[in-house]
């Protein structure tokens, strides 16, 4: 894992949210996903600029009662875990952004 | 003494599918008249056509293995490829063609890949269900092989018009969704009608004990209907398109669990 990695959703996705869930698709595998109320809130915050980190400490540990420590491992598993899939991608460095990203349609 | 040779003429037919007619040519008039025979139906009187492709048989130099389905986008063309075929479709010039072997087989899955991307732009999509008639109503039967498509076609009654009992193909039309009739079959190898009508409600199927209706509502709905859509093409917009109808789709039609014992009763309890 990439230490203090930023975030940005790839392009070969389709992401929808509903109710407090987020359904994502990849476009290379058409496999389906969905992400909790917790993992929404990072889906929706990562922008390749924010490092984790700080997404979990501002979004994540401002809304729910959990520890930094704890949510932040978390984070971290979940964001791997899609990165492998296709949805994520993780860099050391910010990740510039296309102009148009696919975010989550309302 | 030199001799005029005409050229081979080549044979055609239109096949149309949900309104969508498709002109498909080949040099060798025994394949055309089992491409007339195979949609027999479905085949379009008109001479126009608004896709055209250009079918070449080949003898031999594609193999009939097992070899992964490809549908890729380059150059402004769809690409389609599987063991036993080899296609090219683009949407600018509403021209492609296909080269395979003399089968119907291979033709029927271009076909249905076509459609896939065709209806896609218009917000449809093609889905495992079977689908019937009834009323002037149309319900889909939706599941993966086994759950019981085949089933709920053969125990339909005499008044309903079976669609399809494998694929069903959905339009969308002035925020309406609509079934139409394929000659896309499954296990009951019997084409279906070919007819139009708006959606009722789209049932997932599964098998039980009792026969049972549960509404399904969000998540748990798309997520329902999206595991049995056909997702032909491994690329972001088509896939963005095909998402999206989903959500639309269980926004408008109402979608419901069917757990059945399979016999007649259930059709009185559908409709």
């Known amino acids: 894992m990439i230490e203090k990695p930023y975030v940005a959703r790839s392009t070969a996705i389709a992401a929808r949210g509903l109710g407090d869930e987020t359904m994502v698709m990849s476009a290379t595998s058409s496999t389906l996903f969905t992400l909790d109320e917790v993992a929404t809130v990072i889906w929706n915050a990562v922008d390749g600029a924010t490092p984790l980190e700080e997404i979990v400490t501002k979004r994540v540990c401002a809304q729910y009662e959990i520890t930094p420590e704890v949510a932040l491992q978390d984070a971290e598993l979940l964001v791997e875990q899609l990165a492998e899939h296709g949805l994520l991608l993780l860099s050391e460095k910010p ?3 296309p102009s148009i990203s696919p975010k989550v349609s309302p | 003494m030199a001799t005029l040779t005409a050229p081979a003429e080549r044979s055609e037919a239109i096949v149309e599918i949900g309104g969508l007619p498709i002109r498909l040519r080949s040099d060798d008039p025994s394949f055309v008249r089992l491409i007339q025979m ?43 490829e599987r063991g036993d075929f080899r296609a090219e479709f683009n949407p600018s010039t509403a021209r492609g063609r296909i080269e395979q072997t003399c089968n119907p087989y291979s033709l029927d899955s271009v076909l249905r890949i076509v459609h896939t991307l065709l209806l896609a732009r218009g917000g449809g999509f ?43 193909y959905v339009t969308r039309s002035e925020d309406r969704y609509f079934a139409v009739g394929t000659p896309f079959f499954g296990e009951l190898a019997r084409a279906g009608e070919n007819l139009r009508a708006p959606i009722e409600c789209v049932y997932l199927l599964a098998k039980g004990l009792e026969n049972k209706i549960e509404p399904i509502v969000g998540a748990e709905a798309v997520r329902g209907l999206l595991g049995n859509i056909l997702f032909f093409a491994r690329d972001a917009e088509f896939v963005k398109l095909v998402f999206d109808a989903a959500f639309d789709f269980v926004s408008r039609v109402p979608v419901r669990r069917l757990t059945f014992v399979p016999d007649t009763r259930i059709w009185e309890l559908v409709i």
């Open chain 2, 38 to 80: 195979r949609y027999a139906g479905y085949i379009s009187t008109s001479v126009e056509a608004s896709f055209d492709f250009e079918i070449e048989l080949v003898p031999h130099g594609i193999d009939a293995g097992d070899q992964d389905l490809s549908v890729r986008w380059d150059s402004g063309r769809w690409l389609m």
């Open chain 1, 95 to 97: 990740i510039p952004q």
């Open chain 2, 126 to 168: 093609l889905v495992h269900a079977s689908s019937a008639i009834r009323n002037g109503r149309a319900f889909l039967f939706s599941g993966v092989s086994g759950a019981g498509k085949t089933t709920m076609a053969r125990l339909a009654p005499p008044d309903a018009a079976l669609l399809t009992d494998e694929i069903s």
